[in-house]
């Protein structure tokens, strides 16, 4: 919905804070061209002819809606540098389980970006399921990540894709006496 308001450019954030973006958004195969590193859309990516898109693959990332499957992305996911996994809605969560099969069950160890409605509750759980980066507009979000404030629980009670901090023990685990 557009409320009219001017929209604010997303700024990239990692654990590490913020940095420069070196991705762009294209929709179509005549970007590929150029040397600059490109996000496309799964449709679209899926889509480039095989001897179009082997070829600069290591450049390429694609980014996922909540309701498409990665699994057609498992083929690729060795070369692929970046999946983005969107959020159009803040409360729509089906892209943290994709993040966290991508990191569990498919070993993936590239860039798992989070991108659309991203806001700060939500920045501490991404991390646990495997999101690397993030791309946010949030006034209120960008200036808690620019204050170092991400918030968060520290203690899980369950396991998770990122590693546990501390001691790595879950308090429903007894420990031998």
């Known amino acids: 919905m557009d409320t009219g308001e001017p929209q604010t450019a997303p700024r990239l954030w990692t654990a590490e804070g913020f940095r420069e973006d070196l991705w762009e958004r294209t929709d179509g195969a005549e970007a590929?061209?150029?040397?600059?590193?490109?996000?496309?859309?799964?449709?679209a990516f899926l889509a480039l002819d095989p001897t179009l898109?082997?070829?600069?693959?290591?450049?390429?990332?694609?980014?996922?809606?909540?309701?498409?499957?990665?699994?057609?992305?498992?083929?690729?996911?060795?070369?692929?540098?970046?999946?983005a996994l969107a959020y159009p809605k803040f409360n729509d969560g089906r892209s943290y389980?994709?993040?966290?099969?991508?990191?569990s069950r498919y070993g993936y160890q590239g860039d798992i970006r989070a991108t659309g409605e991203v806001l700060i509750d939500q920045i501490p759980h991404m991390l646990r399921c495997g999101f690397s980066s993030f791309e946010v507009r949030n006034?209120?979000?960008?200036?808690?990540l620019e204050e170092g404030r991400r918030g968060?629980?520290?203690?899980?009670?369950?396991?998770?894709?990122?590693?546990?901090?501390?001691t790595g023990r879950?308090?429903?685990?007894?420990?031998?006496q």
């Open 32 to 43: 590929l061209r150029g040397n600059g590193n490109l996000i496309l859309p799964l449709a």
């Open 53 to 83: 898109r082997d070829g600069p693959l290591g450049r390429l990332g694609v980014e996922v809606l909540p309701g498409e499957a990665i699994e057609p992305l498992v083929p690729f996911l060795d070369r692929l540098p970046l999946v």
């Open 97 to 103: 389980s994709k993040a966290e099969l991508l990191r």
């Open 139 to 144: 006034e209120p979000t960008l200036k808690r």
């Open 152 to 166: 968060g629980i520290p203690l899980h009670y369950q396991p998770s894709a990122a590693a546990p901090a501390g």
């Open 170 to 176: 879950y308090s429903w685990r007894r420990a031998a």
